[in-house]
């Protein structure tokens, strides 16, 4: 916990602050962007005795000061609070007040925990998750999302966070022609899903568990619903996405986003079913130049903070701001998640 207590700084802005027991704090690994800092970081007053019903009323009570940090710095990490159990992070996902969305569509294996906590990608440690909007290949995704550290990663599993106009920015500067292709194109992303999960892969929701169902006709009404066209195929099912945009513009902070999957289908979406090069392509079915997208892979790390999770952790992001990516890990570890519409 040292270098969270180390670095408290009282803010007095809004609800928090002084007397409120919820301090804005910085730690090392943290960035600013603009004067901002990224992210956010909200950990406890040393003199104030938080159990979880005190901390529950403490953001129910300065909701809007929280929120006004995740708004302004895209991703707020709550450090230091009693929070130990899942269905304790259930409670502070309900104090923040935000509709639950179901996740159906996403890629990656996830299991119920309690109430609307899941478990985070249970993809294997040795893999690393690259970065991704949450859901960004289908049409309904969540516009913000929790996660709870429960079990500190031995070593590494940090959960990398990047800002998307940032990366939207440099790749402008860059590479103006692509940009602008990529943006009057769109893309189209293709997955095979096998018949039941395969944990073996990051991408391994069979398509019973990506459609939650095991009937066929209902899987084409869900697909159809988000976007998708299913293929059968004999041991699984083609779905094809797009072309979708892949970058938007985002209303509420008036700037451009990198809302795509580009990198992580071009980079990741590889198993025994999936070739990652046929994976993402333009929106017209031509290929994407590989050069641009490791390149952009490069961009992504370097702009991106990786903060060590502790035990108690919630980090909060504001899907329509920030990337986030997995690093690999040696178990145990144990985040959950929580996805809100
Ligand atoms: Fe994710």
Known sequence: MGEASEAKMPVAVGGGGSGTGLLEGSIPQQKSF????????????????????????AITHHKSWLQG????????????????????FDSVVQAFGYDELPYVGGAAPRTNVVGRVFTANESPPDQKIPFH?????????????????????????ETPIVLSHLVYNRMKEKYPEFVEKLDELGLIYTRILGVGDDPSS??????????????????????????????????????ITGPIPAIKFEQTRGRKIWFNSMVAAYTGWEDARNDP???????????LPSKIIYDCLKILDNESVAIPWQKGDILLLDNLAVLHSRRSFKPPRRILASLCK
Not at 136 to 148: D, H, I, M, N, R
Request: charged residues 25%; hydrophobic residues 40%.
């Open 133 to 157: 909007h949450e859901m960004a290949q289908v049409p309904e995704f969540p516009s913000k999302l929790f996660f709870f550290c429960e079990e500190e990663p031995a070593s590494g599993g």
């Open 69 to 88: 940090l995740l708004h302004c710095s895209g991703a707020l990490l709550l450090r230091g609070f009693p929070v130990v159990t899942a269905s304790d």
């Open 202 to 239: 990051p991408i391994g929701r069979g398509w019973q568990s990506t459609f939650l169902t095991t009937d066929k006709s209902v899987a084409e009404e869900r697909a159809a619903r988000l976007g998708m066209k299913l293929e059968w195929m004999e041991d699984g099912v083609k779905t």
């Open 34 to 57: 603009d004067g901002i800092p990224f992210p956010a970081i909200v950990s406890s007053d040393a003199s104030f005795d938080f159990d979880l019903s005190r901390f529950i009323d």
């Open 277 to 287: 090069v046929k994976a993402v392509t333009f929106g017209d079915g031509t290929p």
